[in-house]
């Protein structure tokens, strides 16, 4: 009971959609004596907000407990103490009335060490919980680092001192601040500005919904769930209901209960995202989780393919079932829930698919949402169709082999997909393994072999014997056949950009062209580009050209689309070629930022974080300057970076709409130009003298 009070509160949090942290801490190391220290962690509360102690028993609120990285050279003395100054102990009606003990206004905790080698740095983190009197924000985690020399002992005041020193760390960092960008007065831009991202936004919704949706009609075609529409609906028309009515009302509210348990699973990454708006993105490029996605997913395709049945845990199914029992809408709940649970083998890498895909997308949690709401739909609209119109039973095939089929095809598409997400992490680490042309000799393979199964020249465990090929299953063998040999021309090469020819109906799932054993360049279509802000501003303002700023990600689909689709057009390609100076900045790239950049900044939404890698750099570029966090993203500036063009623009797959946007930001550099009194410059149109080389990256 406690472990629910605590997850709807935690739930009531999400949804008011507000980033609270009414908790500061501050770290400082205080001196005993040459080898011994307090460790002394304090924590400021906001007005009416409290933390836990540490002595908490299980089922109430989540105890504060710290966490110490091993160090041979640290020697902890006890455990941490915790003064009894604001410390309170009462029954807490937030759970249930329990005896808790926490803290109000502020919590100090002090740990006694021995130090070995004063050299030493002792790194961990402190996990707690924070309350008002009417709702909890999730379990947090602050970071502390303590060193011991004479330079510094105050830790936490140090850090304090970056974070909030924002104009000189963005000077280090950028050699800019948001106060030296001024911002465009032009309205050549605004109406097309102004409604890009609200149509990218309510479109890419509506298309991972339908996503969803369609991914939910396939799991109805699969063994584990197309069984159970008659019976289920039977049970709701004959036996479990009084009237007809009754029925109907029952397998309606089944079909909402179904719904409703896809999307509560799309909770937890609401409250990623709120917590940090950069997560999803940071999750989605991380190197071992998409190395975890493609074992899993091969795990998956095997699965369909007949060699083992995956299942969550018995038990788990037999608690759903004893809640049937119940009767009455929540039993009608616990049948939802045991559908979900039951026909998770055929669900769940489908889900997985779908969970994958949304969190590789700009908004993922939205995204998520949008896509478990369509796959929920879809699972659950048969049944109340069927449930009032029964006689629509009849005309359902009859279950076969055919089911089998399904399944076997949808372990093709998994197997695939597994290899887009390996294809992530070796981008995003630079192994240089997976480039386009291994990448799509694999794909060839996949859909070859699905080619040959669909034709009944390969067998797999469960498969039925096969009489006589029907016409369904060769029309969509011979559609598969047709994929293959367009996989096949993916290796045509471009004479004009010396690249692969980019696939249409690949992008986002395949390396960029460029990434090539056989034809490698570092830039979109042979481009000259600039992968760091400070050299490409330092180029513009030799050959006086505006810039394109392009916030891109090596795992981004929608920046694949642009620079393979949009970028190569003729009218695009022109401006890119001649009359921009463009700068790309990936935002997911995990090359270890040089030590004296690695700072700690603020966030948009508050808190600080420590910037590690290049991709870090730039995403808190993105959102200090510009107040955003998704790519592509594009900014045009004056050659000295601090005037902005025209209004950004998102992902903009229409070539008018781009075109303006360039056209638009050209005109507005060449009246800055003739406007204002500028010294004699050495135009410098090519990049043919080794110096000019030396800055493209």
Known sequence: MKRLIVLLLLISNIVSAQILEPVKWNFKAEKINETEFNLIFTANLDQGWAIYSQHIEKGGPVPTEFFFDANDAVELIGNVIESETNK???????????????FTKKAVFTQKIKIKDLQTKLIGSVNFMACDAERCIPPSDENFEFTFNNETLDKGAQEETISVNDTEVNQLLYGLSPSEMNPTTTNCNDELASTTNEKKEGKSLWNIFMLGFFGGLIALLTPCVFPMIPLTVSFFTKKGAQSKSSGIYKA?????????????????????????????????????????????????????????????????????????????????????????IVSFSCTGPILGSLLAGSLTTDGGAWQLTAGMGGFGVALGLPFALFAMFPNMLNSLPKSGGWLNTVKVVLGFLELALAFKFLSNADLVQHWNILKIEPFLILWIIIFAGLTLYLFGKIKFPHDSPIKKLSFFRISFGVLVLAFTIYLASGFRVNEETKTFTPLTLLSGLAPPVGYSFIYPNDCPNNLECFKDLKTGIEYAKKVNKPILLDFTGYACVNCRKMEEHIWPLAKVDNYLRNDYVLISLYVDDRKTLPENEQVHVNRINGGTRKLESYGHKWANFQTQFFKTNSQPFYVLLSADGKQILNKPVGYTPDEGDYTNFLQCGLDVFKELNNTITQPAIELVPTLESTDQKDLVQ
């Open 88 to 102: 309170k102990t009462s029954q807490d009606p937030l759970f249930d009335n329990m005896t808790v003990s926490k």
């Open 252 to 340: 309606l509210l089944y079909g909402f209960f179904i719904l409703a348990v896809y999307l509560v699973l799309s909770i937890p990454f609401h409250l990623m995202d709120s917590i940090n708006p950069d997560i999803l993105n940071e999750i989605s490029t991380n190197v071992w989780l998409n190395v975890i996605f493609f074992v899993i997913f091969l795990f998956f395709a095997f699965s369909f393919f007949g060699y083992y049945e995956l299942t969550l845990p018995a038990s788990w199914t037999n608690k759903t079932t004893q809640g049937e029992n119940i009767g009455g809408i929540l039993g009608i709940f616990f049948m939802a829930l045991t559908l979900a």
